[in-house]
């Protein structure tokens, strides 16, 4: 049929992250994947070409922690309802995500893991590219909108099998733990025998034991600012060590109201392209105020806030493409720079970036189409438009 399309996209400028700049070139798929990309002299064998006229051609983007939208929740989504949010992620932009988890008795978290694994790879949705556990491994000093009763200490033996049936559909799998509870560290070396990656989070770290955390293997600080102690002149905490370590990836929830645009931009300042635009997102996105729920605690959604009923902030509304567009205020950056934090960055973090992340040759044509207002015009999934 048509999946095997060769496209010419014609005089587009094109997102280049290397040098964070559109380049005016053309880009060819073929099937799903990217054939070539840019100054191209050119191309002999297409199926149908696409003039852009200028218009800007991006990678799809990229949220590595999302809870869900359109009234689903990751934890209790059938398959349909994974489906249905699915056409939601996409119409925004999001062509690839890390569905999260927060917190849930472990045989919900369990059959989650399971039902998200049967997607992996799938055609007919977004990429649904593995799993984020954002639950249960919590300080409950730290727990945010995480029930207390659903918390238990880190435990190697409970990982296998949330990693294994991910790790044989080639799924990837990110868990973020308080990792100064995993006192022998034997939590954070089995994940990375399984072939997971750590994140620091809901955590009351000493900077010294953030530091440790990065030595046994996090890779990333979860909602840095966010469920951690706040940065202190004497104590410089988990934040410090997120925003000093080089090699730290740092996830932000840039909406301007989990953390002030002035501390935004001092995270960009000190991160560059190892910030990470998420939306920490849950089931209220793209539906409105009213009454809603997150990892067992009610949660009221008023004026597109959501908090739980004693006040703590229960995720977000926030929508990715928005944040690009919030950073790049926030931070006083081009939006070609924001761009990176939500595409390349959030792929390398949690080691994607071999197969998306960027438009190049090899790798998935998961792309967006801009107008000069860069407002979304088209999606465009495996090398087929969708919207």
Same mark, same amino acid.
């Given at each position: 049929g048509d999946r095997y399309l060769r496209?010419?996209?014609?005089?587009?400028?094109?997102?280049?992250?290397?040098?964070?700049?559109?380049?005016? =070139?053309?880009?060819?798929?073929? =099937?799903?994947?990217?054939?070539?990309? =840019?100054?191209?002299?050119?191309?002999?064998?297409?199926?149908?070409?696409?003039?852009?006229?200028?218009?800007?051609?991006i990678p799809g983007l990229i949220d590595i922690h999302t809870h869900g939208r359109a009234g689903g929740d990751f934890i209790s989504a059938d398959n349909d309802m994974l489906v249905k949010m699915s056409k939601d992620y996409l119409r925004t932009g999001v062509t690839t995500l890390l569905p999260t988890?927060?917190?849930?008795?472990?045989?919900?978290?369990?059959?989650?893991?399971?039902?998200?694994?049967?997607?992996?790879?799938?055609?007919?949705?977004?990429?649904?590219?593995?799993?984020?556990?954002?639950?249960?491994?919590?300080?409950?000093?730290?727990?945010?909108?995480?029930?207390e009763k659903l918390l238990a200490p880190p435990n190697k033996d409970e990982l296998e099998r949330f990693v294994f049936r991910m790790r044989s559909r080639n799924g990837q799998v990110h868990i973020t733990a308080a990792l100064e509870l995993d006192a022998d560290g034997s939590f954070a070396k089995r994940a990375i025998e399984l072939g997971a990656t750590l994140g620091l989070g809901h955590t009351d770290a000493t900077y010294e034991e953030a530091v440790k955390a990065i030595e046994r293997g996090a890779v990333t600080f979860t909602h840095l600012f966010n469920a951690m102690p706040p940065l202190h002149h004497r104590e410089g905490g988990a934040v410090c060590a997120g925003l000093?370590?080089?090699?730290?990836?740092?996830?932000?929830?840039?909406?301007?109201?989990?953390?002030?645009?002035?501390?935004?931009?001092?995270?960009?300042?000190?991160?560059?392209?190892?910030?990470?635009?998420?939306?920490?997102?849950?089931?209220?996105?793209g539906c409105g105020d009213g009454e809603y729920s997150i990892a067992?605690?009610?949660?009221?959604?008023?004026?597109?806030?959501?908090?739980?009923?004693? =006040?703590?902030?229960?995720?977000?509304?926030?929508?990715?493409?928005?944040?690009?567009?919030n950073l790049s205020a926030f931070a006083g950056i081009p939006f070609e720079k924001a761009l990176f934090c939500a595409t390349a960055s959030p792929a390398m973090a949690v080691g994607l970036y071999d197969r998306t992340g960027s438009l190049e040759r090899g790798k998935a044509a998961d792309m967006l189409v801009l107008d000069k207002n860069k407002k979304i015009l088209s999606v465009i999934k495996n090398g087929r438009k969708i919207f």
């Open positions: 496209v010419l996209y014609k005089n587009a400028k094109i997102y280049d992250s290397h040098s964070q700049t559109f380049i005016e =070139g053309d880009l060819l798929t073929d =099937g799903a994947l990217i054939a070539a990309a =840019g100054n191209c002299p050119r191309y002999d064998m297409y199926d149908k070409t696409e003039q852009l006229d200028g218009k800007m051609l988890l927060a917190s849930a008795p472990l045989e919900d978290m369990y059959s989650a893991s399971d039902r998200l694994a049967d997607l992996v790879g799938k055609e007919e949705t977004c990429n649904y590219a593995g799993v984020h556990i954002e639950g249960r491994y919590l300080n409950p000093k730290r727990r945010g909108a995480h029930a000093a370590d080089s090699e730290a990836f740092c996830e932000i929830i840039a909406d301007g109201f989990h953390i002030s645009p002035p501390m935004v931009r001092l995270a960009y300042l000190c991160k560059r392209e190892k910030l990470v635009l998420i939306t920490d997102s849950m089931e209220a996105t067992g605690m009610p949660v009221t959604v008023k004026d597109g806030k959501a908090r739980t009923h004693d =006040g703590a902030i229960a995720g977000s509304t926030l929508d990715l493409f928005d944040a690009v567009q």
